[in-house]
């Protein structure tokens, strides 16, 4: 089983609420491998190597989230990453059946 413990998150990247659904907040952090990640309910819902398309992989998997913590300094074109999105969403179903086993 895989386990994302306190020491592999990056310590100047510390979960944040970064959305919700419904009632529940979405949390955004980084691990030390700087791999970005989106959890909702302890469970991971988006990963990537650019925040973005960990978040844009996160609504794949639960349409109905919303982000409301805005990043005016980094600015994400879905074009630029298209063609990674099958391989990320492959690889945070991979993470989310390991950390589930």
């Known amino acids: 089983m895989i386990k994302i413990t ?3 998150i990056d310590p100047n990247k510390m979960p944040k609420k ?3 659904k419904g ?3 979405v949390l955004e952090f980084m691990t030390k491998g700087g791999l970005n990640c989106i959890s909702l309910d302890g469970k ?10 960990a ?6 998997q639960e349409p109905e989230l919303v982000f409301d913590e805005l990043t005016k300094s980094e600015s994400f074109d879905l074009n630029v ?12 179903n ?3 059946e390991a950390l589930n086993a």
Do not use: C, D, M, N
């Open 6 to 8: 306190k020491e592999q």
């Open 18 to 20: 970064v959305g919700f």
């Open 23 to 25: 009632r529940k907040p």
């Open 44 to 53: 991971l819902i988006g990963s990537g190597p650019h925040r973005g398309l």
């Open 55 to 60: 978040r844009h992989i996160a609504q794949i």
């Open 81 to 92: 990453y298209k063609h990674l999105v099958p391989v990320w969403t492959e690889i945070t």
């Open 94 to 96: 991979r993470i989310r």
